[in-house]
């Protein structure tokens, strides 16, 4: 950090201190990080932002400041000068930065008194979230976190630094806006001037990109605040920040090639070191392998495809799931369990949707030791050891099913059957996504990305063999960003709204803006988004978006420190013509009340 302007509080940043400064006057301000009474000497660790310094107050050269040094508290402010000298050999702190020297204490001034805090800035005791959070200020003077907010800054400047030189234009988007299109729940804000109409907060800036390509800006990034009001799933912020990105006139290469080299930039400031171009995998292979389409490929298991070895089995259950059109599909993992084990796991496979799970631990010989042994021939028994390499004393899972629920349940045992924590890192691109998917509770196609995806394939066959010009980017099993090739016409991007039920008018009622927009010479363009908090706890090997975000929201969507979201006064509401139908606290308090209520 660059040296500070010295006035009276500091001359030179604490943390900064080197043997290169020993002999120097210097003046540091700060908190008092801990105090140390040693025979008659005082020491106390000054934090400032750069870092600890040590400070010694001896009572013969200074006595009024080691006087006052003795009624200091931990985290009082304090701003003190004197000598910096080195450490005597024996006192060297090898972990501390600052290790080697020290300031021998000449004045000090107590600019602030600090009550005892509900928790150990210096300290890593365990703290709970609901303490952390109503006191953030003070959970952000601890180390890990003022690292993580600096890698935080570090990232999304190196992302700024990145794009710029490359020619892409940072534009803000409005934040007070209509309700866009990824497919969750609208925060939304009420309108005073026109009373019963309402603001929605973007969802992500995915119609202002698109309007902006068609508005001739060519590169388009943002830093991009995004609202989801979705029910809590663990990890999840009601808001939370997104690189956005938006090219015209590129095709999925462009994307790729610019984004690779984003990504390498920014994952080595964690010292995450990547080999471009990054591998591409279809999302039909990742499915077929990992059984998820954001795969944790560190874990070494893979599915194997085994229906062909089974086709003319007498076994009834893998005959039937084969006969209907579905797939039999195996794992082989670790060992010989006990029973126990695979009773568990039978259970697992229920509840991810199986109607059961096969279980085999092979045998010397080859043979099975296994509950459906007496149904398969040796033939079947070897072929399908062969096909997923299984050895003597290895276990076999197998599902029958749909393709689906069988990618579903053994993607979904995978991270069960782990060999201990996965190491270092694995990224990877996912492209070549169907279009949609069924949504079995309303009848209907859905988008598996959003409505503005340009769909490939043969758009005159049914939508659910379309495939989309769609790619994520996993990092680690996680969806670190995702984006497509957009509809730049708007007769497909009608078939699009028809193929998932959104009619010509209601499409004009929603998004007539854009539709409009395409029909004034729109370029061919497509574009991605990060999602910078996960980005940031995966480098900071945090294991919670919460500790990347300065002043999160506590799980239950509200934030212990500030009270939101709160009543507001009559008066407002009156303004807004708004009417509140308040929950009795109780029934709410007790979950009884649904989230979402019509005030008419
Ligand atoms: N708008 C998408 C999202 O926020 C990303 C994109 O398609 O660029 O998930």
């Known amino acids: ?82 000598e910096l000298v080195r450490r005597d050999e024996s006192a060297v702190n ?77 534009v803000e988007t409005p934040v007070m806006t209509r309700s866009t299109p990824e497919g969750a729940r609208d925060f939304l804000v009420p309108s005073r001037l026109m009373q019963g109409s309402w603001y929605a907060l973007p ?21 991009a605040r995004c609202f989801r009001d979705e029910d809590f799933r663990a990890d999840r912020q009601p808001e939370f920040t997104q690189l956005d990105m938006e ?83 195996a794992l082989k993992a670790g060992g010989d369990w006990p029973r126990r084990r695979f009773d568990q796991l039978t259970e697992e496979a229920q509840a991810l949707g199986a109607k059961g799970l096969a279980w085999a631990v092979v045998d010397a010989g080859g043979e099975w030791r296994s509950p459906i042994a007496k149904f398969l021939s040796e033939d079947e028994m070897a072929r399908t050891n062969d096909a997923l390499g299984a050895r003597h004393g290895e276990a076999i899972l197998i599902v029958a099913d749909s393709a689906d629920v069988a990618a579903r349940v053994l993607g979904g045992l995978r991270p069960e059957l782990a060999e201990g924590k996965p190491e270092g890192h694995d990224i990877f691109w996912v492209v070549d996504f169907p279009a949609f998917e069924w949504n079995e509770d309303e009848g209907r196609w859905d988008a598996v990305h959003h409505p503005f995806t340009s769909p490939a394939g043969d758009l005159d066959a049914e939508p659910g063999s379309w495939r989309s010009r769609a790619y994520d980017v996993i990092f680690d099993g996680w969806e670190l960003g995702g984006g ?29 803006f854009l539709l409009e927009a395409l029909t004034y010479g729109a370029p061919p363009h497509g574009g991605i988004a990060f999602g910078i908090d996960r980005m940031v706890a995966l480098l900071a090997g945090a294991t919670s978006i919460r500790d990347v975000i300065a002043f999160p929201k506590a799980a239950s969507g509200a934030d212990p420190m500030t009270g939101a979201p709160a009543t507001v006064d009559e008066r ?14 109780a029934a709410q308090a007790r979950g009884e009340v649904a989230e979402t209520r019509d005030p008419r």
Request: hydrophobic share 40%; glycine share 8%.
């Open 484 to 512: 497509s090739i957009r509809i730049s016409d708007t007769a497909v991007q009608q078939k699009v709204f028809d193929a998932i039920g959104i009619g010509p008018a209601e499409a004009k009622q929603r998004f007539g």
């Open 94 to 170: 090898p972990e501390l930065p600052t290790g080697e020297v020290e300031l021998v204490a000449g004045e000090l001034a107590q600019l602030a008194d600090a009550e005892t805090p509900p928790f150990q800035i210096g300290e890593e005791d365990p703290v709970g979230e609901e303490l952390r959070l109503r006191y953030r200020y003070l959970d952000l003077r601890k180390e890990r976190m003022r690292d993580n907010v600096m890698l935080r800054h570090a990232v999304v400047k190196e992302i700024r630094d990145f794009l710029s030189d490359e020619g892409y234009v940072e």
């Open 1 to 82: 950090m660059k040296a500070p302007r010295p006035n009276r509080y500091r001359t030179h940043w604490a943390g900064q201190l080197r043997p290169g400064d020993v002999g120097q006057r210097v003046r540091v301000a700060g908190w008092v990080h801990r105090r140390r009474d040693h025979g008659g000497l005082i020491f106390i660790d000054l934090r400032d932002r750069t870092g600890l310094l040590q400070l010694v107050f001896r009572p013969e050269e200074a006595p009024e400041a080691h006087a006052a040094a003795g009624g200091l508290r931990g985290e009082d402010v304090i701003s003190v000068s004197g």
């Open 203 to 223: 969802q992500s800036p995915q119609l202002f990109k698109q309007l902006l390509m068609i508005a001739g800006y060519e590169r388009y990034f943002q830093i």
């Open 572 to 585: 407002q509401l009156r303004e807004l013509g708004v009417t509140v139908i308040a929950p009795a606290p």
């Open 247 to 329: 090219l015209a006139f590129v095709e999925e290469e462009d994307v790729f090639e610019v984004v690779d080299r984003l990504l390498q930039r920014v994952l080595a400031l964690a010292g995450v070191e990547i080999a471009l171009p990054l591998e591409r995998l279809s999302y039909d292979e990742v499915m077929l392998r990992y059984g998820s389409d954001r795969p944790d490929r560190r874990i070494g298991v893979e599915i194997t495809d085994i229906s062909d070895i089974l086709r003319s089995s007498e076994f009834k259950v893998f005959a039937g799931a084969l006969a209907s059109g579905g797939v039999v599909r």
